[in-house]
């Protein structure tokens, strides 16, 4: 298998200087592509030799930059952060806690509002994890509806990472553009499971519903005209003088660096690394679809858009594959330790009805095991770790959330950067408070 | 199309026809001051988590909430005059929320938005304040887990009409509610405990043993 | 350092393994065991407790005290080379006898591998609740072992800053994901709200973080007092 290299910073500046330092930002780009850039600010040593006494600043917990409840202690000299130190818990909700008084399909509204912007994804990785536990394979239906829930969440997630960065690096243009195309994803979701956000689409061995008549003529169109508007946005943002300026050379990590922190998602593919849980792990059979991973060279803030604008369009042509392939069939699996009685029979046959109400008074019961399962979340690699000890409910219901441990390394990244570039590399983490904290 | 002249409403005429050009207003002070109050509310968004996103989606072009007035969203709370709390609230962000209040100039209103700020919602655990009303006083609850931005809508909508009701002369619509000394609280703890009391099956379902 | 940039290719130590594709049909016991499991027992004969193999993922069970030298073995030795921590995290079950366990998920890039490891920590009253720290290996761990002292009460020995990392650093409550802690908390809600209030968590800097700690007899009279009390700043 190859991975291909599908982007590189088409503006002829790297991330670092040859002293390993943080390269200004630069102001102007040339016709053709190149950047003028400015002179590097002194290194961090030279930066503490000046006079003078640190000031602590306070950003957050409330701050519009901070993407939820996060605060950030800056320690700064001058304008540059000498220290950075996160305090995270802010939105600390006991998803965890609440999972082992649950059964495992009442645990699946809760996924929803761990990573609010990628609800019906982790739907979808809840039930992956499930029916690990459970041994339940599901039908090829579900599969390909499954995966083109991810791919629209992926989609979705990333116009909202897209649009309130550009609100904090100061675009607001393409936040209203992003907005407009999450409202149309926004309506399939509502066709299909009957919510906009808080999803809830599948079950333990299947889904909520089926797609209604008509949706994929809805979801083809979709398919059809979304790549416009990632060609805006691309137009007006990837050669912007200001964007280039506030967005390269930012908070750059190493790939070596990047896996050492556990980096995963975009921010570690924009480090050089091409780990995908999607190509190296695969599920809902990834492996069978054509698409790129994107990569970045540089690992910094510049490159972390670039790869997620390649994702945007990447899922868009998963998705056409997907559409192009989804079989008929059932959708739910036949497997009756999971699946309810169709409601016809359960309100006239007796053993139907008897089945129905264990199944939902009780609650199915897997063997005793453990299973996790890692996808590929528009954050990074998000697991659900479940152990059963044989009841209904799991013993634990561990979430492993990628943007806790991507968020983790930002005292690194900001580290001999500016104040307002602080913000430009949070932004760029894509973090939800929901999920750092659950 | 050209700029015509608006024709005049209930609220304020223009007295053109007389040839002085002054312009005059005969209202009562309430109502001019509600009228400018409720049409030009800045929006305190103090977005934790999901309903956040739907307070955005509200924001956006398709629900514009310019239309109301409200498009200046005001990230400080002292040039706030709403506080719309989008999301669940945990003990940790609570004296985060009961600051943010204190800091906000009156008069001021409370929008709480969704099911978890206004009860703790699906989230009855160790870790979720139920119900920001502990807190702080609401004036307006928008249930849903998250609210459509049609609710929220309405919501403001219900908010604007209250605004209009106010009178001046009440003064104790403007009254700080100061903590207990002992305590340290701004309701009694009994009322807390009951208003953090589960209501119907919850207690069932989560205190069926395993 | 900007030469260090060069793709990473997940699986590029063992070019000749077949293409992942989606599991299918695993068996709830036994199937293919992780190669890395039998390297670990040849190397750390009496480290390694046991092996499990549950759908299809490979569970080693590792001795308490040597998980530091045993992760370090499976980062550096080059036909393993763990280099990604996906995860820690505890489990405890709900029966009171059963040990509490720590699990280590980890990922071999190079060779697309997958490992957990898990300590077990008797209930005994012997058994300290400690393992050692895998921080010094990965810097992801920092976070992770946080929040896993955080929640259960498990210390991470080495670990350079154990603190509570989501729960406030004066909660009293105890360790929300042990199974003796009731899901509403141990106080009522006037009471929780009541040390909430109190303890307002925004108002501390965690003096002993910062590099202004060392100046901190250099500062101004009214400062070194805003900073000790703890009191609000900024009102």
């Not at chain 2, 307070?55 to 909430?65: E, H, K, N």
Request: net charge negative; proline share 7%.
């Amino acid at each position: 298998m190859s991975t291909k290299r599908t982007v590189d910073v088409a503006i002829g500046t790297s991330g670092l200087d040859e002293q390993g330092r943080p390269r200004r930002a630069p102001l102007t780009v040339n016709e053709g592509g190149t950047v003028t850039t400015l002179e590097p600010p002194p290194a961090l040593e030279d930066a503490l030799e000046l006079e003078g006494e640190h000031m602590l600043i306070n950003l957050g917990p409330q701050h519009p930059a901070t993407h939820g409840v996060l605060r950030l202690v800056l320690e700064l000299d001058g304008e540059t952060v000498v220290r950075c130190i996160p305090h995270i818990g802010y939105l600390h909700c006991g998803f965890e806690k609440i999972g082992e008084y649950r059964q495992y399909n009442q645990v699946i509204p809760w996924t929803d509002r761990e990573d609010y912007l990628n609800s019906i994804g982790n739907n979808v990785a809840f039930a992956l994890g499930a029916e690990r536990l459970f041994g339940i394979e599901i039908t090829p239906r579900c599969t390909v509806l499954r995966l083109i829930a991810m791919e629209l969440s992926r989609i979705i997630s990333h116009l909202v990472w897209l649009g309130t960065t550009c609100i904090d690096i100061g675009a607001f243009t393409p936040f209203l553009w992003a907005f407009e195309q999450r409202e149309r994803v926004y309506e399939l979701l509502e066709r299909w499971v009957g919510a906009r956000l808080t999803t809830s689409a599948t079950r333990v061995g299947g889904m909520a519903a089926d797609i209604p008549a008509g949706w994929m003529d809805q979801l083809q169109h979709f398919i059809k005209t979304f790549p416009k508007t990632v060609d805006e946005i691309d137009r007006v943002l990837t050669t912007n003088g200001i964007w280039v300026g506030r967005t390269v050379g930012l908070g750059v990590m190493s790939a070596d660096e990047a896996v050492n922190y556990g980096l995963s998602g975009p921010m570690l593919r924009a480090s050089g690394v091409a780990f995908d849980v999607r190509r190296d792990f695969p599920y809902l059979d990834y492996e069978t679809y054509d698409f790129e991973v994107p990569v970045g060279t540089h690992g910094d803030v510049y490159d972390r858009y670039l790869v997620r604008m390649e994702e945007l369009r990447q899922s868009t042509r998963i998705l056409a594959q997907a559409a192009a392939r989804l079989p008929d069939g059932p959708v739910d699996s036949d497997d009756h330790r999971v699946v309810l009685p169709p409601k016809s029979k359960a309100m006239s046959d007796m053993e139907s009805m008897i089945h129905h109400f264990k199944q939902v008074m009780e609650g199915p019961r897997p063997p005793l095991g453990e299973s996790y399962v890692a996808v590929e979340s528009p954050k990074g690699e998000k697991g659900y770790y479940m152990v059963s000890d044989g009841t209904a409910k799991p013993v634990r219901w561990r979430i492993r959330p990628p943007s806790f441990v991507n968020l983790s390394a930002i005292g690194k990244m900001v580290e001999g950067h500016l104040l307002s570039d602080v913000i430009a590399i949070n932004a760029s983490i894509d973090i939800v408070m929901g999920e750092i904290d659950r | 199309m050209g700029l015509t002249a608006r024709p005049s409403d209930n609220l304020a005429r223009t007295d053109t026809a007389s040839g002085s050009g002054e312009s005059w207003v005969a209202t009562r002070l309430d109502l001019l001051v509600n009228w400018g109050r409720a049409g030009s509310l800045w929006p305190m968004p103090f977005g934790t988590a999901c309903c956040a996103i739907e307070f955005m989606a509200t924001a956006a072009s398709r629900f514009d909430l310019a239309r109301f007035g409200m498009e200046r969203m005001s990230f400080s709370p002292r040039q706030a005059d709403v506080l719309i709390c989008a999301g669940r609230v945990p003990f940790k962000l609570a004296p985060v929320l009961r600051r943010i209040w204190q800091q906000m100039p009156q008069p001021k209103w409370c929008i709480s938005m969704g099911a978890c700020a206004s009860s703790g919602g699906m989230f009855d655990n160790y870790a979720v304040v139920q119900g920001i009303d502990t807190i702080i006083p609401v004036d307006v609850y928008v249930p849903g887990c998250p609210p459509r931005p049609e609710g929220l809508l309405y919501g403001i909508l219900m908010l604007q009409e209250k605004v209009k009701r106010e009178r001046m002369s009440d003064a104790s619509l403007r009254n700080e509610m100061d903590p207990d000394p002992e305590s340290g609280l701004y309701i009694p703890p009994q009322a807390i405990d009951e208003l953090s009391e589960p209501f119907g099956n919850s207690v069932h379902q989560t205190r069926s043993g395993l | 350092m900007s030469a260090s940039f060069s793709v990473v290719i997940p699986g590029s130590a063992a070019p000749d393994a077949p293409a992942p594709a989606t599991p299918r049909h695993l068996p709830n016991r036994g199937g293919a065991v992780n190669p890395s499991a039998d390297a670990l027992r040849a190397r750390f004969q009496g480290g390694i407790l046991r092996v499990e193999v549950i759908w299809g993922e490979t569970s080693v069970y590792v001795e308490r005290l040597r998980l530091g030298e045993i992760v370090q073995w499976l980062h550096d030795d080059p036909s393993e080379r763990y280099d990604y921590l996906s995860d820690v995290t505890a489990v405890e079950y709900r029966d009171p006898e059963q040990p509490i366990e720590v699990v280590w998920h980890l990922r071999s890039l190079p060779y697309r591998r997958f490992l957990r490891l898990k300590v077990e920590l008797a209930r005994d009253g012997k058994t300290p609740l400690e393992v050692p720290t895998v921080w010094s290996i990965y810097k992801g761990a920092d976070w992770l072992e946080r929040e896993c002292y955080d929640m259960f009460g498990i210390r991470f020995v080495g670990h350079p800053d154990l603190r509570r990392i989501l729960m406030w650093e004066q909660y009293r409550e105890g360790f929300p994901l042990r199974k003796d802690f009731p899901l509403r908390g141990r106080f009522s809600r006037a009471e929780q709200l009541r040390q909430a209030l109190a303890a307002n968590p925004e108002a501390r800097y965690s003096m002993e973080e910062l590099t202004v700690a060392q100046a901190f007899e250099d500062l101004p009279e009214a400062m070194r007092k805003r900073l000790k009390g703890g009191e609000r700043t900024g009102e």
